[in-house]
T-cell receptor, first 117, second 117 residues
């Protein structure tokens, strides 16, 4: 149980285009999902908290207009990197908060490698 | 707010040797503690967690960690490592009380464990 998927697993795009990354909880409902980015040889940095049916909460320094988050259902959150530039190249990982006894745990997706040329 | 410090960025060991990966944290509220493992180009997998109860927690693959509240530490240990344990390990905490940090994972910088034959 508690499986989280991400799609795509990797994507290459041209500078200036937009890229959408999906995060799905496959066998449980997730009212809260989180988006992280990870630069090479660095730790995970929380970008935003995504709550189903409401606006995402962004961490300080994260541009909300550049990283659009939509959490339209209890099993799907999307992150859209708008007008991507090479500096946006990174590994993006989502997680979903568990339910019941697992409420204080986060279950992670496999990540999406974004390369912007 | 919380912070997590992993004192060693890289730990090389020989197969079948014991290993300890150190983790210290600071927080003004009580926390839950986690160790995650990340293999190259993959997401995070939960290794073990401390929520309450016994301060010594174990994983199914032989790792253990002990929560030491007085030293604010949660070091990860394994008495005999295998080649397959080569990965990056992240220590993380979640505040278990209210406030702006509630429910957000704060990660350490990561420790790369390399097991040599």
């Amino acid at each position: 149980g508690a499986v989280v998927s991400q799609h795509p697993s990797w994507v290459i795009c041209k500078s200036g285009t937009s890229v959408k990354i999906e995060c799905r909880s496959l066998d449980f409902q997730a009212t809260t999902m989180f988006w992280y980015r990870q630069f090479p040889k660095q730790s995970l940095m929380l970008m935003a908290t995504s709550n189903e049916g409401s606006k995402a909460t962004y961490e300080q320094g994260v541009e909300k207009d550049k990283f659009l988050i939509n959490h339209a259902s209890l099993t799907l959150s999307t992150l859209t990197v708008t007008s991507a530039h090479p500096e946006d190249s990174s590994f993006y990982i989502c997680s979903a908060r568990g339910q019941g006894p697992s409420y204080n745990e986060q279950f992670f997706g496999p990540g999406t490698r974004l390369t912007v040329l | 707010a919380q912070s997590v410090t992993q004192l060693d960025s890289q730990v090389p060991v020989f197969e079948e040797a014991p290993v300890e990966l150190r983790c210290n944290y600071s927080s003004s509220v009580s926390v839950y503690l986690f160790w995650y493992v990340q293999y190259p180009n993959q997401g995070l997998q939960l290794l073990l967690k401390y929520l309450s109860g016994s301060t010594l927690v174990e994983s199914i693959n032989g790792f253990e960690a002990e929560f030491n509240k007085s030293q604010t530490s949660f070091h990860l240990r394994k008495p005999s490592v295998h080649i397959s344990d080569t990965a990056e390990y992240f220590c993380a905490v979640i505040a278990n009380a209210g406030g702006t940090s509630y429910g957000k994972l704060t990660f350490g910088q990561g420790t790369i464990l390399t097991v040599h034959p």
